[in-house]
């Protein structure tokens, strides 16, 4: 099991404020049901797959459906507040949504645990490979497979 956050409401507070402030520099709008996807994303620490948010927001709105997820998910994505984990098709919160940079992640096979990480080298890497190719990346996903220092 992942470790649990001894400072959880600390780092809930910090994701919806930052979120709150990413909406505002961006104009987009923040409504009740994007703040509560992202809270429930946030809520374990851990990759959350879409039709678990689903049954957790229908635990509040029951009229919720999945195009009710898909929506507050592709917003969510859009500002840069959460990643998808194509590999594991789940989504984690951003942890630094203000640096706008490529990010990597390192996933544990045993845990579940998922370190995001912003790495000088690795944005130098996208870059590099990105200009001897003349392609403009939009987006970049990295997910690194294997166990964590606690599962080793």
Request: net charge negative; glycine share 2%.
């Amino acid at each position: 099991m992942p470790a649990i956050c001894k400072q959880h409401d600390h780092c809930l507070k910090t994701a919806l404020d930052q979120a709150e402030k990413v909406c505002q520099e961006n104009d987009a709008r923040l409504t009740e049901v994007r703040r509560r996807v992202l809270e429930l994303i946030w809520a374990g620490h851990e990759p959350v797959k879409a039709y678990d948010l689903l049954t957790e927001l229908q635990k509040n709105d029951p009229s919720a459906k999945p195009p009710t997820i898909y929506r507050a998910l592709d917003f969510l994505l859009e500002q840069e507040l959460i990643h998808k984990l194509h590999r594991l098709n789940a989504y984690v919160g951003c942890t630094h949504p203000e640096e706008n940079k490529p990010c990597f992640f390192l996933i544990c096979t045993n845990c579940n645990s998922v370190t995001e990480s912003h790495d000088d080298a690795y944005r130098k890497l996208i870059a590099k490979v990105s200009k001897s190719y003349h392609f403009r990346p939009q987006a970049t996903t990295f997910e690194m497979e294997g166990l964590c220092q606690q599962c080793a």
